[in-house]
Each structure stands twice: as structure tokens, then as C-alpha cells.
């Protein structure tokens, strides 16, 4: 079975410093992963997917994250970190049932930023 | 374009009672996923719905069901509600469902049981 793990339930980091916020996978095939952030009483927000290619992935609001496929690892980066990036980041991947699927989620970072 | 829109966003209910919650898909998704909230269990997979027919089902009692309308806008309804049922509704559109589309949530609905 497909499974998403987020090491670390909170991370913290001082406005201007590089962030990261891990995510490791176990998949059988392929895997297909996402990023999410979530503020608070909003839905979800989609980051970034990686789906095949380069392993650093470029996304929405300066985040990017690195695919690692010998580590299992699918960590999330932004050079600077704003006070405005304070959220909830969930990791996903793609349990694959023939070409559809539905997303597994990590159990959550609340990533603090502070000024 | 308008994002996922759910109704209503707050509901509080009692136990045995039955809720409806419903959702409207971005223009030209025709692909819509379910998902509950928790604190305790996190993010969990309901069902999705593709061109009116249930595709993928999560590990939940029968008490919950869904729908999707040829529209493409789809309802979940729990029945009997338990106090365990309240959490954080999510739903997702996505364009077709395929595992490379990634999927886009709505706001959501707060569903109290007391």
C-alpha cells in the first residue's frame, strides 16, 4: 500500500532563512506526489506535483521541492522564508488504481515562520 | 475562473440526524473527490466521482454516500450521524481524475454533531 510520512510535526524558522519541510513515500510503481498548504479555516491549496523529469520541481509562491528517488524523499524548499508562509503542509501521493486514484496524505507540518 | 464552492460551510447537527453536503466543481472538471478531516485522523479519502458514477471508494461505512450530477456538481450525505462524525468536509475538483491532474479543494464544510 501507498504511504506518506512527515517526520516532523512542527518546524520552525526565522523570516529570510531557507525552509524545509520533509516528506518521505512508500509506493509500488511510479510515484506521483504533491504538495498542499492549508491556512487556517481554508481548503487546501495545491504547490507543486511531481509526476515525471526534473527531480527539483517548481512551484506556486517561490516553493519548490526536491524528488529523491534512492532516499524516498520529496522535501519541500523556499530559499526565504515569509511570516506570511505559517500554514499546515501536507504531502501526497497518488495511490494508482488503473489510471485514476485517490490522493494519501501525510498526517501534516504547521510550518512557523517568525518575524 | 470561479474555484470549488462548497454549501454550507458550517452545519451543526445531532446525533441520528442525516446531513446533505453539497459541492460545485471548477468550470470543466468533471472529476470530484471527497475527503474528511480530522485532528486524530488527518486527511482521509471518501469517494470520487467521475461523469456521474462513483470510480474509487475510501474505507467508510456505508452511512456515507455521495452522488455526482450530470452537471458534474456532486452531494455527500451521511446518515446517522455519530459524534465521531464531525470534522472538516472537503471536496476536490480536478479535470479528469487521472493521476497526473492534481486536484483543487474548496473551502469546505464544518460539520458539528452534539
Known amino acids: 500500500a501507498q504511504s506518506v510520512a512527515q517526520p516532523e510535526d512542527q518546524v520552525n524558522v526565522a523570516e529570510g532563512n531557507p525552509l524545509t519541510v520533509k516528506c518521505t513515500y512508500s509506493?509500488?510503481?511510479?510515484?506521483?506526489l504533491f504538495w498542499y498548504v492549508q491556512y487556517p479555516n481554508r481548503g487546501l491549496q495545491f504547490l507543486l506535483k511531481y509526476i515525471t523529469g526534473d527531480n527539483l520541481v517548481k512551484g506556486s509562491y517561490g516553493f519548490e521541492a526536491e524528488f529523491n528517488k534512492s532516499q524516498t524523499s520529496f522535501h519541500l524548499k523556499k530559499p526565504s522564508a515569509l511570516v506570511s508562509d505559517s500554514a499546515l503542509y501536507f504531502c501526497a501521493v497518488r495511490e494508482v488504481s488503473g489510471n485514476t486514484g485517490k490522493l494519501i496524505f501525510g498526517q501534516g507540518t504547521t510550518l512557523q515562520v517568525k518575524p | 475562473k470561479a474555484g470549488v464552492t462548497q454549501t454550507p460551510r458550517y452545519l451543526i447537527k445531532t446525533r441520528g440526524q442525516q446531513v446533505t453536503l453539497s459541492c460545485s466543481p471548477i468550470?470543466?472538471?468533471?472529476?470530484v473527490s471527497w475527503y474528511q478531516q480530522t485532528p486524530g485522523q488527518g486527511l482521509q479519502f471518501l469517494f470520487e466521482?467521475?461523469?456521474?458514477?462513483?470510480?474509487n471508494k475510501g474505507n467508510f461505512p456505508g452511512r456515507f454516500s455521495g452522488r455526482q450530477f450530470s452537471n458534474s456538481r456532486s452531494e455527500m450525505n451521511v446518515s446517522t450521524l455519530e459524534l465521531g462524525d464531525s470534522a472538516l468536509y472537503l471536496c476536490?475538483?480536478?479535470?479528469?481524475?487521472?493521476?497526473?491532474?492534481?486536484?483543487?479543494f474548496g473551502p469546505g464544510t464544518r460539520l458539528t454533531v452534539l
Open positions: 509506493v509500488s510503481g511510479n510515484p506521483y
Open positions: 466521482y467521475f461523469s456521474e458514477t462513483q470510480r
Open positions: 476536490a475538483s480536478s479535470l479528469s481524475g487521472i493521476i497526473y491532474n492534481e486536484q483543487f
Open positions: 468550470s470543466g472538471h468533471r472529476s
